[in-house]
């Protein structure tokens, strides 16, 4: 189908329409207002992310954004999403009227009454008749450097009924751009494919055209990053890291690092401000990643590419992780730790010569050799874990058989023993050694404080068999890298600190959380990250 001229509709197809300015009108950008309701329209309070992708076949939103995209996101927006939700375990804890409103409604319309609430501007926009009829299954959001400190940002909505959608999109228009302000900035969109593209009125021509020359879907390194991907969830994003990183100053990275930092009590993420020279720097490589959801599980999966530099050439490892004992309570491991430090040296050296060159005389001058003696501690396999008795510390901190927590490696025992000893001497822990119990096993070393969990550790156990350890990170048998916490263990601890009651009955129902990640020789990784409930 031919597209008609962006932002225009026949007016004979809505002569009974007549627009009333609202009584109170906001100055605040059109677009941003309508970026809004779309969020509303897809979030619906945030109850969006709790099923698979459920649309059927045709194009993404990928096939309606231009290839100079850099950072991609696509939601999944069928009204059945909130029947799928209800069945989800972890929200059985939501209120019993939100439950039947996700069980038996389009929560699209839900959300799309909320947003009107909030918004004045919207007492025009009727959902059934402006928006219903038209809207699709799919959402995708886009963000496009341009050369300039703000980038083109497009929102490609699924139409099914182009005509329809051009005339719900133009009520929308007027009561959005009613409240004044700049009127390039007001909200305008082009037709693609099966999508309209919702952007601001200086964009919407340039987004437009970069779109008909290339799409993002018809993009090499977007296809195989997705492919790679698999099953897509009901959300899914991609970014190419290095044109965006030449945003990182930008108002739209101020105004977002902003909102982050208002969330964050250390004040760390304010601090980042004007960091733009070092990002471009360091920025390289792409990554995807979805989310999906099961009865059982939340489940984000995702993928890197284009990080050559840092691929590790891997083989046979302990994976000592697997033999922690089976009521391990919480773990961190890493494979290869040897192989990851030497890459990460050798990159770091060339970028600070100075630095790593007296890093390495004061070291020399101490004994030490770098990067040698951090390859030796790590060892080619090594975990840190922590046992169930930890909790009695509660109790009697000073009950060192109440430590359970260990260090175990793969590596030159001898040698990494010595090393122990002699950087605890250098800095005056003789005391701490005395009271480190070690062993060494067949090549493996063990350190902690409580002789009874190092020698429980040491022993081996099954934790790599272990239900809920297997549920949690899936794929710990070749994993470089893995996290895991049993969180059943720990309720007692922070369950009676919640005081809603629905929000601590599906709390309870979070047994554990895993995490895990490999790399390959070619620097592309995978990741997932798994929320497993309780049985």
């Not at 992310?49 to 954004?65: E, F, I, V």
């Not at 290095?242 to 993420?269: C, I, N, W, Y």
């Not at 302990?318 to 494979?335: F, I, K, M, R």
Request: charged share 25%; no cysteine; net charge negative.
């Amino acid at each position: 189908m031919t597209a008609p001229p962006a932002g225009t509709f026949d007016g004979s197809q809505s002569s009974t329409y007549t627009y009333e300015p609202p009584t109170q009108s906001k100055s605040r950008p059109a677009l941003l207002i309508a970026l809004a309701v779309v969020a509303a329209l897809v979030i619906g309070g945030g109850a969006w992310a709790a099923t698979r992708m459920l649309g059927g076949g045709g194009d993404q939103p990928s096939s309606a954004l231009p290839q100079e995209t850099a950072a991609y996101l696509q939601l999944d927006i069928n009204p059945s999403v909130g029947e799928k939700i209800a069945a989800v375990r972890f929200f059985q804890g939501l209120d019993e009227e939100v439950l039947e409103t996700l069980r038996d409604g389009d929560i699209r319309a839900k959300a799309f009454e909320w947003m009107a609430e909030e918004e004045e501007a919207f007492a025009a926009i009727d959902y059934a008749e402006d928006i219903e009829p038209w809207l699709g299954d799919r959402l995708g959001l886009g963000v496009v450097p341009n050369g300039s400190d703000e980038p083109y940002v497009g929102i490609a909505l699924q139409v099914k009924d182009e005509e329809a959608a051009n005339e719900g999109l133009s009520k929308l228009q007027e009561a959005t751009n009613a409240s004044g302000g700049d009127a390039a900035e007001g909200l305008d969109w082009y037709f693609h494919g099966d999508y309209a593209v919702l952007t601001t009125t200086d964009a919407v021509g340039a987004l437009q055209g970069m779109t008909e020359s290339g799409s993002l879907a018809d993009k090499e390194t977007f296809s195989g990053d997705m492919a790679a991907l698999g099953d897509e969830g009901v959300m899914a994003g991609w970014v190419d890291a290095e044109p965006l990183a030449t945003l990182a100053d930008s108002p739209l990275a101020e105004q977002s690092l902003d909102s982050a930092a208002d969330l964050d009590p250390s004040g760390a993420l304010g601090s980042m401000a004007g960091t733009s020279r070092l990002a471009e720097q360091a920025a390289t490589g792409r990554f995807a990643a979805a989310l999906r959801f099961s009865e059982d599980a939340i489940e984000v999966q995702g993928v890197s590419r284009g990080h050559e530099d840092f691929g590790i050439e891997g083989g046979d490892s302990g994976h000592v992780v697997l033999d922690l004992p089976e009521d391990t309570v919480a773990a961190l491991s890493l494979e290869h730790g040897d192989q990851y430090v030497a890459q990460a040296y050798e990159l770091l050296k060339e970028q600070f010569p100075e630095d790593f060159a007296e890093a390495e005389a004061q070291a020399s001058e101490a004994g030490f050799t770098l990067p040698d003696d951090v390859q030796t501690l790590l060892g080619s396999s090594l975990s840190v874990s922590v046992g169930p008795g930890i909790l009695d510390l509660q109790d009697d901190v000073e009950n060192f058989e109440a430590w359970e927590v260990a260090y175990r490696t793969e590596t030159d025992t001898a040698a990494a023993e010595d090393l122990l000893s002699r950087v605890l001497a250098m800095s005056g822990g003789q005391e701490i050694e005395q009271l480190l119990a070690k062993r060494s096993d067949d090549g493996v070393l063990t350190v902690g404080v409580s002789k009874p969990y190092v020698d429980a550790v040491a022993e081996g156990g099954s934790l790599g068999s272990h239900r809920t350890f297997k549920a949690a990170v899936p794929g710990a048998d070749d994993a470089h890298s893995v996290f895991y916490v049993n969180v059943n263990t720990f309720e007692d601890l922070y369950l009676t600190e919640i005081p809603d009651a629905q929000t601590r009955e599906s709390l309870e129902l979070l047994a554990a959380v895993g995490y895990s990640a490999t790399t390959d020789a070619d620097g592309n990784g995978e990741f997932t990250l798994r929320l497993v409930a309780d049985e």
